[in-house]
């Protein structure tokens, strides 16, 4: 019973162009949700993270912008540069404290030069 | 500076071994978990500490076992080790309670291999 899903397991973009990332949620009780980045044979890094009592949320050239009512969250980075290519994992938690985070599986972004 | 650091980075073993993963943070932080990513690359939480205590243990078979020597310490036993249990496993660490919103920080993950 996968809780937060990532449909897309992949995506290419040109570089300086916009990616989005999408995140759906079935769980009406998360309230905290966070993008985390991976590279390869690194361990996962956190890049931004939005609580449900916003709507947006921005740092630099990443936007996370969740609309509860469609249990979607989505992470806009713009412009894409190829150090951006990476696996972009989407994560909810029921609590501030994120002890219990539950994770998609994660889309693997392509930025081309 | 390794934050959160595993090893080993890499663990083949023969089924029906038991093998330990150990992970050390250095970031002063009160909890620390543990993760499974399976073939599916879903990153699943299999236990949490938080000083010591067993704060979370989500349906992980009692072949797993995690240990706590210290507080910048979280060590992962499994026994018995089966083909299933062949996945990357990350530890992560955060302080609960801060001021900021308090995130994981991961370990670079260990890939386990069960023949």
């Known amino acids: 019973d996968q809780q937060v899903r990532q449909n897309s397991p992949s995506l290419s973009v040109q570089e300086g162009r916009i990616s989005i990332l999408n995140c759906d949620y079935t769980?009406?009780?998360?309230?905290?949700f966070l993008w985390y980045k991976k590279y390869p044979a690194e361990g996962p890094t956190f890049l931004i993270s939005?609580?449900?009592?916003?709507d947006k949320n921005e740092d630099g050239r990443f936007t996370v912008f969740l609309n509860k009512s469609a249990k979607h969250l989505s992470l806009h980075i713009v412009p894409s540069q190829p150090g951006d290519s990476a696996v972009y994992f989407c994560?909810?938690?029921?609590?501030?404290?994120?002890?219990?985070?539950?994770f998609g599986a994660g889309t693997r972004l392509t930025v081309k030069p | 500076d390794t934050a959160v650091s595993q090893t080993p980075k890499y663990l083949v073993t023969q089924m029906g071994n038991d093998k330990s993963i150990k992970c050390e943070q250095n970031?002063?932080?009160?909890?620390m978990y543990w993760y499974k990513q399976d073939s599916k690359k879903f990153l699943k939480i299999m236990f949490s500490?938080?000083?010591?205590?067993?704060?979370i243990n989500e349906t992980v078979p009692n072949r797993f076992s995690p240990k706590s020597p210290d507080k910048a310490h979280l060590n992962l036993h499994i026994n018995s080790l089966e083909l299933g249990d062949s996945a990357v496993y990350f530890c992560?660490?955060?302080?609960?309670?801060?001021?900021?919103?308090?995130?994981?920080?991961f370990g670079p993950g260990t890939r386990l291999t069960v023949l």
């Open positions: 992560a660490s955060s302080q609960p309670g801060s001021q900021v919103l308090d995130t994981q920080y």
């Open positions: 769980n009406s009780m998360f309230d905290y």
């Open positions: 939005i609580s449900s009592i916003k």
């Open positions: 994560a909810a938690s029921y609590t501030y404290n994120n002890n219990d985070m539950r």
């Open positions: 970031l002063g932080h009160d909890t």
């Open positions: 500490y938080n000083n010591k205590e067993l704060i």
